[in-house]
């Protein structure tokens, strides 16, 4: 695409206090070295299927990784009848694959010690991408995954799941939808390069990908409502133990859905915490794209979403205004709306990042 075709699209209003309340968010990716967590296995006479570790994919995963639970689930059903089910955890993948669930005709209980808006899953910045998670698994099964999950939420837009198409434009590559594009062409449109990105004060080459927006703070209590119209209960519990689930959950079969928790309950060493922080600026609707360099900006319906920090082996969720106000600067530096900053800390598109990336799946254009 020439320069010439592109017009500018409208500048971010870049005001933002990071002193009032909820404008700071500090959330921590459950990131598993090798992959994410889904299997099965049988402990204590108890049928236990594993859904964690998600890194910065949870959203993005989600359904794909709940229709595998339900396809365990029912193979176990077929040589053991059951009628009930525990689901542990009620962030997105817990209320996934209780969604999916139901459709086995079972009755499920969500166990969890966070509700579904005190969750990571609601602090997620909501883009479509498969970023900051490790997926070394049968190909496919992560091509099962990624359809399912795209295609589910693609299906969901205008239905009230805060779910819409966005491009999004992006200085570099970005590798957690290269990676998609590589491995399922046909899937979402082709990525474009630009001779420029078509902003205020930007002049260098960059990338065009159109991908979905998904808003937890829309997605989320939507299913929760979906779950409880449909009869699931949840039950406020937190476990200290392995031995402390089978004590208090009577249900045969348990899904583990509780992400960064799954380290200490099930002693998972493969659990590693990459912390992100969030800059939360007021809502801006004439803001239709979703924008990446040296972090990300999201203009979501409830705020302009500004991160893109990984801060590794950090598990803390304490609140940084300084970091905060820094990201917002590194974006609107980029946009000639404040002097340049460096970029404080690890950030989505640091070197260290890139080795999660197979480098055979990168795209030639
Ligand atoms: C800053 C940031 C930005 C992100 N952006 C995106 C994005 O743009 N796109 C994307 O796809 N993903 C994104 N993610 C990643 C996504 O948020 C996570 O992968 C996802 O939330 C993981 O979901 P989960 O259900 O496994 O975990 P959680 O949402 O953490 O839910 C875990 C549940 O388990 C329960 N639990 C845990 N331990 C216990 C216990 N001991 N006893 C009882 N209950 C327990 C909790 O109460 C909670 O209900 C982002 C994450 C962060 C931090």
Redesign the pocket.
């Known amino acids: 695409m020439h320069l010439r075709e592109l017009t500018n699209l409208p500048t971010p209003d870049f005001a933002f206090d990071p002193n009032v309340p909820g404008a700071c968010?500090?959330?921590?990716?459950?990131y598993r070295e090798g992959t994410f967590r889904l299997n099965s296995e049988r402990v204590s006479g108890r049928f236990i299927v594993h859904?964690?570790?998600?890194?910065?994919?949870?959203?993005?995963?989600?359904w794909g990784c709940a229709a595998k639970v339900k396809d365990m689930v029912s193979q176990f059903l077929a040589v053991s009848p059951q009628t009930e089910v525990a689901v542990?955890?009620?962030?997105?993948?817990?209320l996934t694959a209780a969604t999916m669930l139901l459709d086995l005709g079972l009755k499920v209980k969500i166990?969890?010690?966070?509700?579904?808006v005190?969750?990571?899953?609601?602090?997620?910045?909501?883009?479509?991408?498969v970023?900051?998670?490790e997926t070394a698994m049968n190909e496919q099964d992560l091509k099962a995954i990624i359809k399912t999950s795209y295609t589910t939420f693609k299906d969901s837009i205008g239905k009230g799941f805060g779910v819409s198409e966005r491009p999004n434009y992006c200085l570099k590559p970005a590798d957690g939808l290269d990676m998609v594009l590589n491995l399922l062409p046909c899937l979402m449109p082709a990525r474009q390069r630009l001779d420029r990105l078509p902003f205020q004060n930007h002049t260098q080459p960059g990338f065009l990908y159109q991908t979905l927006l998904?808003e937890?703070p829309i997605f989320l209590p939507r299913l929760e409502c979906d779950l409880k119209a449909r009869g699931v209960t949840f039950v406020d519990?937190?476990?200290?133990t392995k031995a402390d689930i089978f004590a208090t959950v009577p249900q045969k079969i348990i899904v583990n859905?509780?992400?960064?928790?799954?380290k200490?309950?099930w002693n998972d060493t493969k659990l590693v915490g990459?912390?992100?922080?969030?800059a939360m600026l007021p809502a801006q609707p004439n803001l239709q794209y979703l924008y990446s360099r040296n972090g990300y900006m999201?203009p979501r319906s409830d705020h302009v979403v500004i991160?893109g920090t990984t801060d590794w082996d950090k598990e803390d969720e304490d609140l940084n205004p300084a970091e905060c106000k820094k990201l917002v600067n590194v974006i609107a530096a980029a946009f000639g709306q404040a002097a340049p900053v460096p970029m404080p800390m690890n950030h989505i598109d640091d070197p260290r990042n890139r080795r999660l990336v197979d480098p055979r799946l990168s795209v030639s254009d």
């Open positions: 968010v500090t959330g921590v990716r459950p859904n964690y570790g998600h890194g910065g994919a949870g959203i993005s995963l989600s542990l955890g009620a962030g997105v993948m817990g166990f969890a010690d966070r509700k579904p005190d969750t990571t899953s609601f602090k997620a910045g909501g883009q479509w991408a970023s900051v998670v998904i937890p519990k937190r476990f200290a859905c509780t992400g960064m928790g799954a200490k309950l990459v912390r992100g922080y969030l999201f991160g």
